[in-house]
């Protein structure tokens, strides 16, 4: 069974600092790893995806890397601002004999301070 | 770009009454999918749903629950008989067959059971 957790559970930065994310899963056959943002009360807004055979997508500030072997995913936020406060997560797709699944990690919601 | 449609974004009904949550998916996707978010909690996986049947449910997804997908276009979620602990906001995704998919996720209906 695919755990995924993610570490800190919260984080406090001024605004300016950058800041890494992380999330670990047990299982490393994994499909793809998706990054998401979710605000309070709001739905999950997709960031980045990583294939299982990449090793890193870069959006804007955003970076996430992928380290299946390890099976670790990271996502840097460069020169953080106020409104990157949210609760960010990262779900892990697994695919097996045609079914798909996605598990999601326990969050880490990070709020930059102006 | 192309959304995922949930309604109605909030929901209140009394405990025993059936309700059904309705999503139209992106039109070229091919699976389908429900997660739940009791508040303050992480997002859970609930059902996926490919080729009209159901791929995969997790021990949430008891005999109160069903799918449906009616008319090709809309993907239904009917609680038979609402528990106060159905209480949640309830997300439906879908997505394309293919490493290069991620997941697309409404923006939730939130279910409040009195």
């Known amino acids: 069974k695919q755990e995924v957790t993610q570490i800190p559970a919260a984080l406090s930065v001024p605004e300016g600092e950058n800041l890494v994310l992380n999330c670990s899963f047990t299982?490393?056959?994994?499909?793809?790893l998706q990054w998401f943002r979710q605000d309070p009360g709001k739905g999950l807004t997709s960031l980045l995806l990583?294939?299982?055979?990449?090793r890193e997508q870069t959006s804007g500030r955003l970076n996430a890397s992928l380290d299946k072997s390890s099976g670790r995913s990271t996502l840097y936020i460069a020169a953080s601002q106020p409104g990157d406060s949210a609760t960010y997560l990262c779900?892990?797709?697994?695919?097996?004999?045609?079914?798909?699944?996605?598990?999601f990690g326990t969050g880490t919601k990070l709020q930059v301070i102006p | 770009e192309p959304e995922v449609t949930q309604t109605p974004s909030h929901q209140v009904t009394q405990m025993g009454q059936e309700v059904i949550l309705r999503c139209v998916p992106i039109?070229?996707?091919?699976?389908f999918y429900w997660y739940r978010q009791i508040l303050g909690q992480k997002v859970e996986f609930l059902v996926s749903?490919?080729?009209?049947?159901?791929?995969?449910k997790s021990e949430i997804f008891d005999d109160q629950f069903s799918v449906e997908r009616p008319d090709g276009s809309n993907f239904t979620l009917k609680i038979r008989s609402t528990k106060l602990e159905d209480s949640a906001m309830y997300f439906c995704?879908?997505?394309?067959?293919?490493?290069?998919?991620?997941?697309?996720f409404g923006s939730g209906t939130r279910l409040t059971v009195v």
């Open positions: 299982d490393s056959a994994i499909y793809n």
């Open positions: 995704a879908s997505s394309g067959q293919g490493a290069h998919y991620g997941y697309t």
């Open positions: 749903f490919y080729n009209n049947e159901i791929s995969e």
């Open positions: 039109s070229n996707h091919l699976y």
């Open positions: 779900a892990v797709r697994t695919y097996s004999g045609g079914y798909q699944k996605v598990t």
């Open positions: 990583i294939q299982s055979s990449q």
